[in-house]
C-alpha cells in the first residue's frame, strides 16, 4: 500500500535557527497537505500544495512540492519557541474510492530551545 | 464554539468492555473522518462518511471496530471487546467536499480534539 515517510523524525534547534522537514511518498499523489499539532492537542491544517514544482509561503514557513509530486518539504526561517510541534505531511489514497481518505507520515517533532 | 468536538476526551474502560465515543462534526461539514493515532505516529485512517454513507473503512480495522453516522450529521465510533492494544487517541475530522472529481483530494480537514481511550 502507499507510503508516506518523513524524515528527520526529530529535530532540535536553538531558537532563531532554521528547520527543514522532508516528505516521500511511495507514489504520486494529486496533492499534498500539511498539518501542525502541538504538544496535547490535535492536528491542524496548514496548507495544501497541488501543483508539481509548488511553491507557497506563510510568514516564516515555505513549503515545496516536488516536480514528480512524490516529495515535498516544510522550511521554517528563524524558528521561534511557537513553532514547537510535530509537523506532518499527509497525501490522498491513490486510485479506487479512497479519495476521501489521507495517508499520514510519522511527523517531524521540532523542539526550539530559547 | 463551531469546531468539531469529541466526546468523551478521555476513557478508561477495562479490557473486554465495549466503548462508544461521539463525535460532532463542523455542522455544515458533509464529510466525517475516524483516525487513531498513537504515540509518535501520525494519525491512522479507520473509515469515513459522505453524509450518512460509510464510503471506507479501513482493511486494519477488525470486525470489533463499528462506526455510524445517521443522519449525516453526528457519528459514533464503537469498539467491542476492547483489548490492549486498542489504547490510543481516537481523532475525529470533518470537511466540506463541494466537488468531487475523479483523482482530486479531499479539501482540509479539521480535526477534532480526540478521544483518549486506555484499555487496562
Known amino acids: 500500500g502507499q507510503q508516506v515517510m518523513q524524515i528527520p523524525q526529530y529535530q532540535h534547534v536553538q531558537e532563531g535557527e532554521d528547520f527543514t522537514t522532508y516528505c516521500n511518498s511511495s507514489t504520486t499523489l494529486s496533492n499534498i497537505q500539511w498539518y501542525k499539532q502541538r504538544p496535547g492537542g490535535h492536528p491542524v491544517f496548514l496548507i495544501q500544495l497541488v501543483k508539481s514544482g509548488e511553491v507557497k509561503k506563510q510568514k516564516r514557513l515555505t513549503f515545496q512540492f516536488g516536480e514528480a509530486k512524490k516529495n515535498s518539504s516544510l522550511h521554517i526561517t528563524a524558528t521561534q519557541t511557537t513553532d514547537v510541534g510535530t509537523y506532518f505531511c499527509?497525501?490522498?489514497?491513490?486510485?479506487?474510492?479512497?479519495?476521501?481518505?489521507?495517508?499520514f507520515g510519522q511527523g517531524t517533532i521540532l523542539t526550539v530551545h530559547p | 464554539d463551531t469546531g468539531v468536538s469529541q466526546d468523551p476526551r478521555h476513557k478508561i474502560t477495562k479490557r473486554g468492555q465495549n466503548v462508544t465515543f461521539r463525535c460532532d462534526p463542523i455542522?455544515?461539514?458533509?464529510?466525517l473522518y475516524w483516525y487513531r493515532q498513537t504515540l509518535g505516529q501520525g494519525p491512522e485512517f479507520l473509515t469515513y462518511f459522505q453524509n450518512e454513507a460509510q464510503l471506507e473503512k479501513s482493511r486494519l480495522l477488525s470486525d470489533r471496530f463499528s462506526a455510524e453516522r445517521p443522519k449525516g450529521s453526528f457519528s459514533t465510533l464503537e469498539i467491542q471487546r476492547t483489548e490492549q492494544g486498542d489504547s490510543a487517541m481516537y481523532l475525529c475530522?470533518?470537511?466540506?467536499?463541494?466537488?468531487?472529481?475523479?483523482?482530486?483530494?479531499?479539501?482540509?480537514?479539521?480535526f477534532g480534539p480526540g478521544t483518549r481511550l486506555t484499555v487496562t
Open positions: 475530522a470533518s470537511s466540506l467536499v463541494t466537488n468531487i472529481v475523479y483523482g482530486l483530494a479531499p479539501y482540509e480537514q479539521y
Open positions: 499527509a497525501g490522498p489514497s491513490a486510485g479506487g474510492t479512497s479519495y476521501g481518505k489521507l495517508t
Open positions: 455542522s455544515e461539514h458533509n464529510r
